[in-house]
């Protein structure tokens, strides 16, 4: 069928559109949470400082934040069966580039390219199903596509785990490659054009500059954990990056077609939400950014039982959420966004337990279950406010904000939560050194491996005799570092719950 032609969804093509929209955003959900197992792999292979690894999973997180108003608008405006079909092809290329990187740089620039291509894919499966499906079906096919992608996100680590483990890291990445090859099957023989007819233009300025405000705030936060916070080119950085997002917030409020409409700020029900999600999504990706070291690294395990450890997290938010959904009319969602997010707090705080060694059941289990409940009790209740919060004609661009304010959470909580937790690590270590009375050579050496954190490796002039001892005190010293990263997303946790419960209308239901 023409690529630029409008025809309704024949019956028949229905289940196979919904095939093409849950595969091809699934890649990207996958992708999402599947790395973070294979960093400890990732890391030691490319022989990468903690900085590096954060890029690996921040330029993923970048260009998917700040593009995905950006790709939504494209669908609407240019055809979303066109949009969807180049997000599967660019995000197929760079998940190539990925397997193939000889080195970190490379790996995070082609990670990039994913994130790009991701932010096609998300928003224009929606869309794509809102319009292939009539009223009485669509929820039902958002639903099934809802449902599908949480389980994916959910076994994405597992995956990745077994992965790397049987084969290579690089194997998570080409897995998407026959993935890709369904999804364009199905699209090219079954899926109709649509577009928005009225859409008007796509805000293309403002998703560079969001990207490069975000990108230069991001780099000085992550520099600052080798350079230092006084650093001149930290300093610069996260200068140049609030000086862009401020001419982003400038730009917004005269453009045209703006890619974030100022205005829907003005409901505090909306602006609270909003708040509540950048709190919530920090603490949430910069504990989750560490807990695959610890796991790997400290503990022990093996990539796929450390992937098999967040199941708990995955499947308590999956089948809890539609739960926590219905009692948004009996009791509002302002109680349920203070209860929600205090239970996840009390899971962060448990984080903070676990020393070396012991069991998956009495260490980390419970964190994982107490996350996964507070999530699940807080999720539901916040799409809702947001949604409610916005009128009918920004619905999409409503929801659109509060999914990049997740990502954004995210890539600014590893970013800024690492840097603290090299400052801590490095504290530590002096410590346990001191005790140790470790010679100023080892010392020397040591100081070259902070930057590593969980692949931090006892230099070869330790003696056999005092490896042991140098290698505990590494040891302990990222756990030291992870329980502070636990405990400020516990406080970040309970913070949210305040914010829900000073901005939050009491008598909305």
Same mark, same amino acid.
């Given at each position: 069928m023409p690529a630029g032609s409008d025809q309704e969804c024949p019956q028949r093509s229905r289940p196979w559109v919904l095939a093409a929209t849950i595969l091809g955003s699934s890649m990207a959900f996958i992708d999402g949470s599947v790395v973070n197992v294979a960093l400890p792999a #990732?890391?030691?292979?490319?022989?990468?400082?903690?900085?590096?690894?954060? %890029?690996?999973?921040?330029?993923?997180?970048?260009?998917? $934040?700040?593009?995905?108003?950006?790709?939504?608008?494209?669908?609407?405006?240019?055809?979303?069966?066109?949009?969807? #079909?180049?997000?599967?092809?660019?995000?197929?290329?760079?998940?190539?580039?990925?397997?193939?990187?000889?080195?970190?740089?490379?790996?995070?620039?082609?990670?990039?390219?994913?994130?790009?291509?991701?932010?096609?894919?998300?928003?224009?499966?929606?869309?794509?199903?809102?319009?292939?499906?009539?009223?009485?079906?669509? $929820?039902?096919?958002i639903g099934t596509w809802a449902g599908a992608s949480a389980l994916t996100t959910a076994l994405g680590p597992v995956l990745g785990g077994w992965l790397t483990d049987t084969l290579s890291w690089r194997a998570i990445f080409f897995i998407n490659v026959p993935l890709a090859a369904l999804t364009l099957g199905f699209t090219l023989w079954h899926m109709p054009e649509s577009r928005n007819r009225d859409a008007k233009g796509v805000d293309w300025l403002g998703g560079v500059l969001a990207v490069a405000g975000l990108g230069c705030f991001t780099y000085g936060l992550t520099l600052a954990s080798e350079a230092g916070w006084v650093h001149v080119r930290v300093i610069a950085a996260l200068l140049v990056?609030?000086?862009?997002?401020?001419?982003?917030? %400038?730009?917004e409020t005269r453009a045209r077609t703006p890619m &974030?409409?100022?205005?829907?700020?003005?409901?505090?029900?909306?602006? $609270?939400?909003?708040? *509540?999600?950048?709190?919530?999504?920090?603490?949430?990706?910069?504990?989750?950014?560490? &807990?695959?070291?610890?796991? *790997?690294?400290?503990? $022990?395990y093996p990539a796929m039982l450390a992937g098999a450890a967040f199941l708990p997290l995955s499947l308590i938010m999956g089948f809890l959420s539609r739960w926590s959904g219905g009692l948004i009319e009996r009791y509002g969602p302002r109680r349920l966004l203070m209860i929600g997010p205090m239970i996840a707090a009390a899971g962060f705080a448990l984080f903070a337990v676990p020393g070396i060694g012991g069991s998956y059941w009495t260490t980390f289990f419970p964190p994982m279950a107490l996350l996964g409940l507070g999530m699940a009790v807080a999720v539901a209740p916040l799409t809702t406010t947001v949604m409610r919060g916005a009128e009918d004609r920004y619905a999409g661009v409503a929801s659109g904000i509060n999914n990049a304010m997740a990502r954004v959470a995210g890539l600014l909580a590893v970013a800024l939560l690492g840097s603290i937790a090299v400052g801590v690590f490095a504290r530590a270590l002096d410590a346990r050194l001191d005790r140790l009375h470790a010679s100023a050579e080892v010392r020397s050496a040591l100081r070259a491996e902070i930057p590593k954190l969980a692949e931090a490796a006892v230099p070869k002039n330790v003696d056999a005799a005092a490896r042991p001892a140098v290698e505990r005190a590494?040891?302990?010293?990222? &756990?030291?570092?992870?329980? &502070?990263?636990?405990?400020?997303?516990?406080a970040l946790a309970a913070l949210s719950a305040a914010v829900a419960w000073l901005t939050i209308d009491r008598k909305r239901k």
């Open positions: #990732i890391q030691a292979s490319l022989a990468a400082p903690v900085s590096e690894a954060q %890029w690996i999973v921040n330029s993923y997180m970048l260009l998917l $934040g700040a593009l995905i108003l950006i790709g939504g608008a494209a669908g609407d405006r240019f055809g979303r069966r066109r949009i969807f #079909i180049i997000g599967v092809l660019v995000f197929t290329a760079a998940s190539a580039a990925c397997g193939l990187a000889p080195d970190a740089p490379a790996l995070i620039a082609a990670r990039a390219s994913q994130g790009a291509g991701a932010a096609l894919l998300v928003p224009t499966s929606l869309a794509i199903i809102s319009a292939a499906f009539p009223e009485k079906e669509r $929820g039902r096919a990056g609030i000086a862009v997002l401020a001419a982003f917030l %400038w730009f &974030v409409p100022l205005q829907l700020f003005r409901d505090p029900d909306f602006t $609270g939400a909003n708040a *509540i999600t950048l709190l919530l999504y920090f603490a949430l990706g910069g504990a989750l950014f560490f &807990v695959p070291f610890n796991l *790997i690294r400290i503990q $022990g590494l040891h302990e010293s990222f &756990v030291r570092s992870f329980r &502070v990263v636990s405990l400020l997303a516990a």
